[in-house]
């Protein structure tokens, strides 16, 4: 009787790890929180839903990022590259920081020549620049 | 009828992305019955319910065809998964030892063997590998 109860303490134990369920990888997605998925081994964020407003940008082949079109700096016109919409968007309100709108996809943006118009497009105005590829001067 | 109750663990295998990897499998607490027929006692349907204690609790279900090669010694194949948090789907087989101790008390010790390919607990298109083993007390109903 006491050998078998021995056996079943060792194999009904939890071994130690490092081969225990303890540690950050994971091997099934219920490894992982519940908003999480397991990828590569590792736990990782779901895949976000598209943001609202950023429809554009994702045409121009890059993920849409959360709050697209926020201002942060006001100085608008500058679409950071291959990520139209995103960031730095803003209003664009001033004529002196409106700039440029540079972008590695959706072709080669040139200056913009009415920053007015483009802080008139609120956060669009570098989407637009961006989702639509163009490459010239507004 | 028989009833189980026990205890198992083992190593679980998979491929997340970054190729097999092993680990030991979570630890589960399980119990279930055994329905034999009077007119066929070799042949029992099995059903077992169990629960994953470590990380994310987990909820699954086993329901096995049973042949007793003796009195004490069974083999089977069943369909087994869980259902929550995520699914989780496949079939394997094992066997069943009894050491009695006494007329209708005894203690089982289970090696099994599952692949499990269904289900949305499986990252990607792969399939997770349970050999386990388990143990615990059986009791005639």
């Known amino acids: 009787m006491k050998r ?135 | 009828m028989d009833g189980n109750f026990g205890l198992g663990t083992g190593l679980e295998g998979g491929d997340p992305g970054t190729g097999l990897e092993w680990r030991r499998a979570r630890f589960r607490v399980l119990g279930g019955v055994d329905l034999r027929s009077d007119e066929g006692p070799a042949d029992a349907l099995g059903f077992r319910a169990f629960v994953e204690v470590e990380k994310r609790a987990s909820v699954g279900a086993e329901v096995r065809y049973e042949r007793w090669m003796a009195r004490n010694f069974g083999v089977w194949a069943h369909l087994t998964g869980t259902i929550a948090p995520e699914t989780l789907f496949g079939g394997g087989f094992g066997c069943t030892a009894i050491i009695p101790f006494g007329k209708k008390v005894g203690l089982f010790i289970e090696p099994s063997f599952s692949a499990l390919p269904l289900g949305s607990d499986t990252p990607g298109d792969t399939v997770l590998i349970w050999g386990l083993l388990s143990a615990g007390a059986r009791f005639g109903l």
Request: hydrophobic share 35%; proline share 5%; with cysteine.
């Open chain 1, 4 to 138: 078998w109860a021995l056996l079943l303490v060792v194999f009904a134990t939890p071994w130690s790890s490092p081969l225990g369920c303890g540690g950050d990888g994971c091997l099934r997605n219920s490894d992982c929180a519940a908003d999480e998925v397991c990828s590569a081994g590792s736990c990782a964020p779901e895949t976000p839903a598209p943001a609202a407003g950023g429809g554009e940008a994702n045409e121009a082949g890059e993920t849409s990022v959360p709050g697209a079109g926020t201002t942060t700096s006001g100085s608008g016109g500058t679409a950071q590259a291959g990520s139209a919409g995103s960031s730095n968007a803003g209003t664009a309100g001033s004529e002196s920081s409106a700039g440029q709108a540079s972008m590695s996809e959706g072709g080669a943006a040139g200056a913009v020549t009415d920053p007015i118009d483009e802080g008139g497009a609120g956060f669009g105005g570098a989407l637009e620049l961006g989702g639509a590829g163009i490459g010239g001067a507004l």
